[in-house]
Each structure stands twice: as C-alpha cells, then as structure tokens.
DNA sequence: TTGTACGCGTTATCAT
DNA sequence: ATGATAACGCGTACAA
C-alpha cells in the first residue's frame, strides 16, 4: 500500500502538517533542513499523495467533464463530435486539465448525468452541442457550476458558436454568383442549435434574392450520410431538381454525393454540392467536397479559455456569447450552373 | 452549499451511518419507517453523495483511464486511436464507468504521467498501442494496477491483438492467386507492435512463397497519408515498381492511391493497393479501399472485460493474451496483376 | 514553531 | 436488535 504523508511525518518524528507544508512548499515556512530531508524519505517510500483526498480538501479534481449532445452508444463516432472533442483536448491539456468522458451503455436520463456530473469529479463541464430538448444546461445552470457550451446557445450560460448564416450566405453567394437559382437543402435534426440556423440561413437568403423553393427541395436528415438518402433521392427525382444543394454537414453531403452517383448525377457538371463543418474526410470524398469550414480548434480553445477563467475567478465570465466565423472552402463539388457557358 | 449525510441525520436526529444504512440499503438493514423518512429528507435537502469522499473510502472511483500511445497534441486526431476510444468507451459504458483522458501540452514524460495515472483517480488502465519505447507499461506493471493493453504484447500484463499475421497472408494470398509477384510494403513506426508485425508477416510471405524483394520496395511510412508519399513515390518511381502494395493502415493506403493518381498509375488497374484496420474512411477513398480489417469493437469489448474482471476479482487474469481474427475486406482497390486476361 | 481538528461517505466495531 | 463512532487521506486554519 501506498506511503502516506503521516507515514513520513512518523518516520522523521515530525508533524504531518510539516510534512506538508515541506511538499508543497505550503503556506507556512519550513526550515530547509527539514525539508530536505522531507523530500527524500518521500523519495525513499515512493510516496504519491492521494488525488482523491486531496480533491476532496481543495475543491478541485483538475478534470472537467466534456459531455456530447447525448450520451449513448456510437455517439464519439461522429467526425464532427471527434474532431470537436480532440480540439477540446488539445485545449484544456494546455491549461494541465484531464477530461471525463461520461458513457453509458443505456441512454442515460438526464437527471442521472448531471447528478453524476455535480458529484465532485469535475471541476467544469463543456457541452458540445446540446439538444434543445435537454434539460442538463439548465440544471448545470441552475446549480452555478463552470459550464461552457460549444455550438448551441443557453439562455445564462457562456458559449462559442460558428457564424453559421454567414457560411450559409457564403456558399449560397458563389453558388449564386455562378447562375444557380433552384437550391435544395438537406438539414439536420431541430433540436441541434446549428441545423436550425443553417436552415434559417438558408430560407432567409432565397426569400432576400427572391428565389423559388418547392416543398421538395428541403429535407430534414440526421446528420449522417444515410440518414440524407430518402431526401436526396426524392429531391434529385423530383420533375424540377436543384441545381444545387446545401448540407447541414458534410456527412449529410456525403450521403448527397451517393445519391447522386446511384441516379447517374454528375457532380458539379449537373449538380453542386457543398457540406458544412470541413470535418477531415471532406477531403477524402469524391469530388472533394466543397464545404463551410468551422474553426473548431479555435471554438475549442475560446471554450476551454471561458471555462478555466470561470473556474479560477470562481464567477461566470461576463461576456455570454462568442460567434466565430466560418469560412467556405471551394473544392470540386461546386461548379456553374448547369447549361452556363463560363 | 450541498447537503451532507450529516445535515440528513441532525435533522432526523439519527447518527450518519444510519443514514448511510438507508440510502445505500447499506450491510445492515435499516426500519422501513426510517428509511422513508431518511430518502424524503435526501430529495428535500437536493442530497447528493460527494464523490470523491465515497470513493476514498471504498477504493473505486467508476472510472478507468484510456492512455493512448503518446500524450501530445492532437493525438485523438488519428482515426485509428478514436476508432478505438470510441469502442472502448461504448464497452466501459457497459459496466456503468467513465473515461479519463490524459491531455497535455507538452509531450509528458513517462514517469509523470504513470504517477498521475496512479494516484487514485482511475481504477484501471487501458492502454492504446503503447510504443516499445514507453516506459509507462513497465512502472503500471510494477505496481499491479489493473492495466489492459490494446494492440501491443507487454511481458506481464494482459492484452487483446488483431491477428495481424493472418490479416497480411490472406491479403497477400489473394493478390498472388490473381496473378500478383511483386510486392510493395509501406509500414508503420516500428516503435508500433503492430507495425513491426505486419512488416514480419510479409517478409514471412515472401520468403515462403520465394518471391524477390528489392530495395525500393519496403518503405517506412508514420501511419499518416502524408507521411507515405515519400516512400509510395520512391516505389512506383523505380525501373520495376510492384503490382500490389500493401499499407500499414487506412491513411498510409489513402498517400499511397494519392501518389498513384498524381502519377497518373491507375488504381486497381495498373496497382493494387490493400489497406489494414477498416477505419469508416477506407469505404469513402476513391477508388473505395480494399483493407484488412481488425474487429476494434471486439477487441475494445475483450480488453475491457478482462480489466473489469481483474478489477472485480483484484487480480491480475490469468489468460494473458488474446489474438482475434482479422478479416479481408474487398472493395476496389484490388484487382488482379496487369497483363493478366481474367 | 509544532500539533490538532475539520471535512467528506462508508463500514467495522463498540455501546446500548 | 439498533444507535453511535472511528478510521481512511489530504491541506490548512487555528490552537497551543
């Protein structure tokens, strides 16, 4: 069993409050003749002080908790989940912070997490992308915990978005700009905060220019490549198809470009395609995908900055609401409009 | 401020481990009556355990640490490590535990991060493809702590590998019934047990098949696209360039078909390029990749229950090893050798 | 300057 | 049979 600071204290025939204070150089003052040899038994017994107890006595565990939009099975398997928690990673390691990664094997109610989460593991939480539906950022709230959210907004709580309408507005400029005029989209679940904007986005740009939009030409998917497959189709076989389609994420685009290659689609020559995220196998598609980047490390690194700001003042940042900006990614799914020269 | 078991019985006007009796059906049985009373306070004072106190006292803390093979940035970034934290953290749901992840900013040395891992924040260890390098196995191994090791053999601990032999012949055998005889290897760091594996087991199929080997033909890639370009280019360069190259994983193929095309080499036609692991990228390259695929969840699902059990049983499990089929997955990437009419 | 008590939950052990 | 208490481990305010 592992040596205590009393066995040291013992072994010196000192206090064990001396032992301490020598370790960590604590408050109080201790002669350097004592510590010294403080050090070196601690050495001798290779003590390691207990995290547990000392957590327990500081009020902080060093540790805070990333909790994805929701805790079940296959839930890290997304790229965009992924890539957001390998940049938060990145981000908090600089701060010498560890991550919990709450699992669970039955969707987990969310009474249980945040009870879990506000038992004393963490000192803070990073949402990433709650659903509207959840209770948990209101519990948090409720109860003055450090608590970040990346990708959504709640209504108390500090968060860092992506300027998705200005994406959306980007994409849909160029698209413009090169004679498209019938656009599709295929969104993502309502209860993601991003799968609405971009929707918003994308109806507010075609009312602004004064475009068409049949019932067709909008689709509601999952965020997976899959679940946009009905959409597309029925979208791709309609009498009058877009000539161009936005994603709400580029495995939605993804499952767009399969779609197209079943029913002999040529994209760009017949039909854009352009995805939301820049996750790292939009690249890997074929035609490379044209997409809207998200800064995620930089979301990431303004997230854990917030959090830990919160944590060491011990009061909520001021500042609500970071929006970052996004930025599209011309690749080789977009091309003109069909039927246009240039 | 949270309740305490304490604020429950001064207000009951019973002493602590009664309390501790009820809430936790505790070793001795408790009066239903009190019981009662005791879970109505708890709701109405908003009760919840302190964590950290309960687990100094029994010992667990319901969460096991995943290490992957370097503590540095982006590490998770691999598709390969997340595919496998990903598993894991699906079979550690299972038993109702959480995940720590090891960040830092500075790679961190061995012995720090085995004296964090060992200060009682985790109740095992998984280790992720640990270099031969690493200290870290040998310092876990010592203290007997509860420690799985994924993808690598470690004297004394227990682990769960990809039949990585088997995966390389029944890829190799199928090219050579199709015509192929020379063959081209871009590996992995050999630091990697699965890396050195795979570079043995086609060496072993050479010789056994006596087949020529020539220098260019064996390259040493860092299991990343990028990091396979050199070598890829250098191979097909060459006065006879192999028909079939094999790739350590999925990214060292993606460089790979990346050379090929920029040297206008037609894959599968004029090359056959064969992937290992199955990462969900390999079916999106173009051409969709032929790989070896390793059952990751299967082996996350093993290697967890193993360490549950030792951390169930408090001993080390006494089966050491386990080595799970590999499995050929054909896609369009292969064909058979040039020249060849069928 | 040194030592002690406190906080936190669980449970073995002592006291009733 | 049930109620009460000490011990576990650490950091640190406070008493001696």
């Known amino acids: 069993m592992?040596?205590?600071?009393?066995?040291?204290?013992?072994?010196?025939?000192?206090?064990?409050?001396?032992?301490?204070?020598?370790?960590?150089?604590?408050?109080?003052p201790v002669p350097e003749e004592v510590r010294r040899r403080v050090l070196e038994v601690a050495r001798e017994l290779d003590y390691?002080?207990?995290?547990?107890?000392r957590s327990m006595v500081t009020g902080k565990t060093e540790t805070i908790a990333v909790v994805p939009p929701m805790v079940t099975r296959n839930m890290l398997r997304s790229p965009y989940i992924h890539a957001t928690l390998s940049s938060i990673a990145d981000a908090v390691g600089e701060h010498g912070y560890d991550i919990l990664l709450h699992t669970s094997a039955a969707p987990m109610d969310d009474v249980r997490l945040v009870q879990s989460l506000l038992s004393g593991k963490v000192d803070g939480i990073?949402?990433?992308?709650?659903?509207?539906?959840?209770?948990?950022?209101?519990?948090?709230?409720?109860?003055?915990?450090p608590c970040v959210v990346i990708s959504a907004r709640v209504e108390g709580l500090p968060s860092v978005c992506a300027d998705n309408a200005t994406g959306v507005f980007a994409a849909m400029d160029w698209l413009y700009a090169h004679g498209h005029r019938r656009f599709g989209f295929v969104g993502g679940p309502p209860a993601f905060y991003d799968a609405r904007q971009r929707l918003l986005a994308f109806r507010r740009y075609l009312?602004?220019?004064?475009?068409?939009?049949?019932?067709?030409?909008?689709?509601?998917?999952?965020?997976?490549?899959?679940?946009?497959?009905?959409?597309?189709?029925?979208?791709?076989?309609?009498?009058?198809?877009?000539?161009?389609?936005?994603?709400?994420n580029d495995e939605t685009a993804a499952?767009?470009?399969?779609?197209?290659?079943?029913?002999?689609?040529?994209?760009?020559?017949?039909?854009?395609v352009v995805g939301f995220d820049d996750t790292p196998f939009a690249q890997m598609l074929s035609p490379r995908l044209s997409t809207i980047r998200q800064p995620l490390e930089q979301m990431a690194v303004?997230?854990?900055?917030?959090?830990?700001?919160?944590i060491e003042q011990r009061e909520c940042p001021v500042e609500e609401e970071r929006k970052l900006p996004t930025e599209l990614v011309l690749r080789e799914s977009t091309a003109p409009a069909p039927g246009l020269s240039s």
Request: neutral net charge; charged residues 20%; aromatic residues 4%.
């Open 126 to 145: 990073v949402l990433i992308a709650p659903l509207s539906t959840s209770q948990v950022p209101e519990e948090i709230r409720r109860r003055n915990v």
């Open 48 to 53: 390691r002080p207990n995290r547990l107890a």
């Open 207 to 248: 009312e602004e220019h004064r475009l068409p939009l049949r019932g067709e030409w909008i689709a509601e998917g999952d965020f997976t490549a899959a679940g946009a497959v009905a959409g597309a189709r029925a979208m791709l076989n309609s009498p009058e198809p877009p000539t161009a389609i936005l994603a709400a």
């Open 2 to 28: 592992p040596a205590t600071i009393r066995d040291i204290a013992k072994r010196l025939g000192i206090s064990v409050s001396t032992v301490s204070y020598a370790l960590n150089g604590g408050p109080r």
């Open 302 to 310: 303004e997230a854990v900055g917030m959090l830990m700001t919160w």
């Open 255 to 272: 499952g767009i470009l399969q779609v197209a290659q079943e029913l002999g689609v040529c994209v760009p020559t017949d039909l854009s």
